[in-house]
């Protein structure tokens, strides 16, 4: 069964830093590009960024570029998201998921999510 | 970028009712579409993608439809579990992969 697990969440200060992770299990993740996904509270569906299977070429949504860094360890089956200059507008449940192979962008699997809240 | 929008934003119907949600894209995005249903407080679920394929597992009740610009999402028969909110999605390049606003659907 696949299986993606967020964490690394919490309650953050404006202008901080966090390092979301998502461990995978169930599947073989060095084959799959990864996509995070976020949700501000009561709002829709925003993607964020995805990376290639080997980590090699990476996407961003232009209004995230050079303050958040996807990145991948093949060795440990996980995805990070690393958040910098963070903003209130920030807060939001960010949700990693695995793309379908062959179909970028198709996300077929996705974790629970973990909860980031940027607040003084 | 491509812009993703729904109709209606909220929907209410009874359990047994034939439901249909509407996405247009702001640019042909040929078949690249899919739909997800997200109940309140989880983790989206796909449904249907290429427009028309109905993701393993996912009951008969759904369907989809429509090609270029314009796209419909139809439940035959709504189930008290398909309360939730629907998006639409465009995918398969890699400019932005960008959502609709979303279709509450409520209980009448």
């Known amino acids: 069964e696949v299986q993606l697990v967020e964490s690394g969440g919490g309650l953050v200060q404006p202008g901080g830093s966090l390092r979301l992770s998502c461990a995978a299990s169930?599947?073989?993740?060095?084959?799959?590009?990864m996509s995070w996904v976020r949700q501000a509270p009561g709002k829709g569906l925003e993607w964020v960024a995805n990376?290639?299977?080997?980590?090699?070429?990476?996407y961003y949504v232009d209004s995230m570029k050079g303050r958040f860094t996807i990145s991948r360890d093949n060795a440990k089956n996980s995805v990070y998201l690393q958040v910098n200059s963070l903003r209130a507008e920030d807060t939001a449940v960010y949700y990693c998921?695995?793309?379908?192979?062959?179909?970028?962008?198709?996300?077929?699997?996705w974790g629970q999510g973990t909860l980031v809240t940027v607040s003084s | 970028d491509i812009l993703m929008t729904q109709s209606p934003s909220t929907l209410s119907a009874s359990v047994g009712d034939r439901v249909t949600i509407t996405c247009r894209a702001s640019?042909?995005?040929?078949?690249?579409l899919a739909w997800y249903r997200q109940k309140a407080g989880k983790a989206p679920k796909l449904l249907i993608y290429?427009?028309?394929t109905l993701e393993s597992g996912v009951p008969s009740r759904f369907s989809g439809s429509g090609a270029g610009t314009e796209f419909t999402l139809t439940i035959s028969s709504l189930q008290p579990d398909d309360f939730a909110t629907y998006y639409c999605?465009?995918?398969?390049?890699?400019?932005?992969?960008?959502f609709g606003q979303g279709t509450k659907l409520e209980i009448k």
């Open positions: 999605q465009h995918y398969n390049n890699h400019s932005p992969y960008t």
């Open positions: 290429e427009a028309s």
């Open positions: 640019q042909s995005i040929s078949n690249w």
């Open positions: 990376i290639r299977e080997d980590g090699e070429e990476i």
């Open positions: 998921a695995r793309e379908r192979a062959y179909s970028y962008g198709l996300f077929d699997s």
């Open positions: 169930g599947f073989t993740f060095s084959n799959y590009w």
